[in-house]
Every structure is written in structure tokens, then in C-alpha cells.
């Protein structure tokens, strides 16, 4: 092995990372004087989970919240609430839309999951839909919703998010850590009963399917080669 070679190498990939590092900084920089103008007062990131380049995302894709005639239109602006399919009498909700704005979507999925760490009430809603055989990626989505609609609430209102335990007392975030901990903490051995359930359902409904689709199928015999009887005139 040519050691001077790999020092080379290695020095130069350093290099890189340094510079990376560097541009990196600049932009982080940039975002937050940027959002500084747009958000003053910092409305946006005054709620749980919102780091400084989510809450400039945020408030930079939503624009003004005033701009849309509700929130349920900025709910619908990103994508995640459920499509709808409604016949008759009969409505069905099935996977989200993800219409609009694909970085707002991605920014909120994770400040609403960073969220339930802090947020008593919404650690609350995550452990009941956790309960009711949810997936942790469709909870998350729908707690997304719900943090979206508290943040353009708040920019709405021109208010600073306010942390509250689930009876309405106001909190401070470490009062929320310390709570989430102790009430809503989902048991590892529970998580994962309800992942193996889960895959146990699917694996029944694919058999399932594939049954009724052998049963359906055409089944394969061999052609009638037999000559028939027919008289000729």
C-alpha cells in the first residue's frame, strides 16, 4: 500500500468535508436572516419540534395564512389530509393526497414527530392511534395535520405557541418532556406486537387474494382434438 498516496487522499476528502462544512454554515445563516424578516416575531418557531430551517420551510411555503379562506384549505394545501371516496351513502378515506407543496409535507412529518416527544396532547393522540393498530409513519401524518393547523392557527392569531398538559395547563417544554415520559411512552413489546399483527394481516389478505385469483383464473385443458361427426352432402 502506498501510504503517502492514501494521506493524500484522505487530506484531500477533508478538504471537501471543510468546505462543505463551511457552505453548510453560510446557508443556515442565510435561512435564518431570511426568516427572521419573513416571521419577526417568531411565531413559527416558538412550537415544540421546530428547529430554525423547518420553521423558516414552514413559513415561507404557507406565506400568508390569511391567504387561504380556511384552515381546512391549508390542510389541503399539504397534502396530507385523506383522499375521499364518496358514492351514495358510502365514503371511504384512504391514503393522504400529496398535493401541494412536497417540502412543507416533509418538514411537518417531522417536526410533528419530534412534537410528540414534547406535546403532552399530541404525545396523547400518537399513543390512542398507536392503540388502535395505526402505523407509526399514518400516525405521524395525522398528527401533522393537527400541528399544521395549531402553527397557521397561531400565525393566524398572531400568538406564540402555547404548551399545555391535555387538562389545558400551560407547561414549560422540559414539564413536557418529563410528562410524555412518564404517561405516554409506547412499550417497545407493544410496538412491536401490533408491527407483527400488522404483517400477519397482510400476509392473510395477499393469500387471500391469490386464492381468488387461482379460483378465477382459466383452468388449462387439453384442446379437443377429436374429428367430428359430419356428413358431407
Known sequence: MDFAELAADIAHEAEQALFLTGQIKEIDERIANLYADADPDGIVASAPGVGPTISAVIAGRLGDPHRFTSLAAIRAYSGLVPKVSQSGVTKVESNITKAGDPLLREMLFAAADQARKVDPQIAAKYQRLMAGDRHHSSAICHLATIYLTRIATCMRNHEHYV?????????????????????????????????????RERRK???????????????SQPANTKPTNRQVA
Open 163 to 199: 404548551l399545555r398538559d391535555v387538562d389545558g395547563t400551560v407547561i414549560s417544554e422540559a414539564e413536557g418532556r418529563a410528562i410524555v415520559q412518564e404517561r405516554y411512552q409506547l412499550e417497545p413489546r407493544r410496538r412491536d406486537n401490533i408491527r407483527h399483527k400488522r404483517m
Open 205 to 219: 389478505q395477499a393469500a387471500g387474494q391469490e386464492s381468488q385469483e387461482s379460483q378465477s383464473a382459466p383452468t
